[in-house]
């Protein structure tokens, strides 16, 4: 049983026109966004602001300007701090505890006592593959390990948000797995999940929609695709293994939305185009009229590292 | 509490009471002690002036500012615990420590000292834990306030409150151990009491005992409350 009863009618997460200084540095600067359930991901350069956004809605900032709520309650307050479960990116514990005493404590500083204490430690364990190894001293753990129980700590209230900073760092690839199927896992049952990493390729096949902040600004938000279409500027280039490159090839030069062909060495075709659905409805127009054997056709810059560069080449120049 | 009890700060502590108990013990050789040859000799220069502020301040610095350092103190604050909770919970382990590590080691000062110094521990222990409270206050507040908090706590307590709490004039009465050396005074007058052994009574100036008092727990609550204010308000 939480402190706080769940008022799910407020938007979990809200930021209204927030701003963040430190005396002439503007760490954030006028964001009005809503978090969504299902998995966001959170990505900047160094210095974008991920750190301070991510510390205004734990609510271990306060904004200079505007305001961040979570369920209606300011994030600063007590009360909204229990819909929030935060995974933080430093490598800090009670180093003298065991693992499982770690979570337990945090679960009692959520309120939790007696067999609800013990069995709430317990799932958030085994939640994070720990159950068999939590007794050991934290000190003794390796990074992975470590890793797995600060998640731990972050579930083990069930909260309506769960915010990541760099959760995957230092695990292997099997737990890197194991934990992403965690994270999923989440999403899927309604928990919204804010993922901050510097690793892109994370983001192409993790995160629904995705944050770019760049200068404490969010430059662009949504799903990868839906951000990709609006970058006008930076054509989509598409590859195409077909049977008759050079055919296609000029055919498609005949295509109002194709701005340039090339033929790769490998014989591929490639393709720049704007506006990609008019392009893709025209192009299988094409495939199917000309009879054309395709082995594989693929966006080479849909990538969140694609888009990520396109976004700072754009920001850079405003 | 647990966690503080089991740090370096405890092994410091028991240290510095080891040593001051042997120097008690060699004082205690001579035949011709009394009550007021211990309060003058051993009770205020030594514990009073020294161990006392240095027991307060190894936990109660270390409080928040620990945390700080090790970096756990996002752990609770990012829980549903308001903050005044946090403050009142660590301010209520490190004062615990403090009164046992103050009180304690007084009485085995007392003890170690023979009827002389156990006569002083039983008289003067509200001295002792009036001045241990607003010691635990400050650095209580001092560990809110700064990231290297018993850095900032020893240099006061080794600069400022020995230097200004024996100066003339009445700048001293800034210090804490000011007023607990009048408590002092003001309960041992009856044995023939006064200001430090070398220090002219003409420019102490002791303030009578309620007076001590009322200051210590003025001062108390008001660094409590400092504490608690800054500590409610401060980005971490």
Known sequence: MTATAHDTTAPLLEFAGVSKWYGPVIAVNDVTVRLEPGITGLVGPNGAGKSTLIRLLTGQLRPSLGE????????????????????????????EMSGQAFV?????????????????????????????????????????????????????????????????????????????HVFTGLAARGTAVLLSSHILDE????????????????????????????????PLNIRISVDRPRELAARLLMVETVQAVQLAPGGDLLIQVHRPQECYRALAELICAGGFQVERLSATDVSAEAIFDYLMQTARRL | MWRMLRSRQTWINALLLVLVLLAATAWSQHHARTAAHF?????????VSFLLPIFSLCYASHAVAGERQEQTLGYLLATPLTRP??????????????????????????????????????????????SSVAYGCLFHLFSVLFRRATVVSLVYALFLETFLGNVPGVIKRVAISYYTQCLVIAGGQDLGLG?????DPALFVPLAGDTAQLVLWCVSGALFAAGMWVFCRREY
């Not at chain 1, 007590?78 to 479960?85: M, T």
């Not at chain 1, 579930?155 to 690839?173: C, R, S, T």
């Not at chain 1, 770019?212 to 930076?234: K, N």
């Not at chain 2, 200001?195 to 220090?199: D, N, V």
Request: hydrophobic letters at 50%; aromatic letters at 10%.
């Open chain 1, 104 to 180: 337990r404590t945090v679960a009692r500083w959520h309120g939790f006592t007696g067999r609800e204490l013990a069995a709430r430690t317990a799932a958030a364990l085994e939640q994070v593959g720990m159950a068999d190894r939590a007794s050991r001293p934290l000190a003794s753990y390796s990074k992975g390990m470590r890793q797995r129980i600060k998640l731990a700590q972050a579930l083990v209230h069930a909260p309506e948000l769960l915010v990541l900073d760099e959760p995957l760092n230092g695990v292997d690839p099997l737990g890197r797995e194991e934990l992403v």
């Open chain 1, 203 to 234: 983001m192409d096949w993790l995160a629904d929609r995705v944050l770019f902040l760049y200068r404490g600004r969010i430059i662009a938000a949504g799903s990868l695709p839906e951000i990709r279409q609006t970058l006008a500027d930076h």
């Open chain 2, 195 to 199: 200001p430090a052994a070398g220090r």
């Open chain 1, 68 to 95: 961040v709520r979570v369920r209606g309650r300011r994030a600063w307050s007590a009360a909204a701090k229990s819909h929030i479960g935060y995974c933080a990116d430093t490598d800090a514990f009670y180093e």
């Open chain 2, 85 to 130: 909770v946090i403050y009142l919970a660590k301010w209520s382990a490190a004062l615990a420590l403090v009164l046992v590590w103050n009180l304690g080691g007084a009485a085995a000062l007392g003890r170690i000292a023979g009827p002389a110094g156990w006569t002083c521990f039983v008289r003067f222990w509200p001295a002792v834990l009036w």
């Open chain 2, 39 to 47: 309060v003058r000799e051993v009770f205020l220069p030594i514990y």
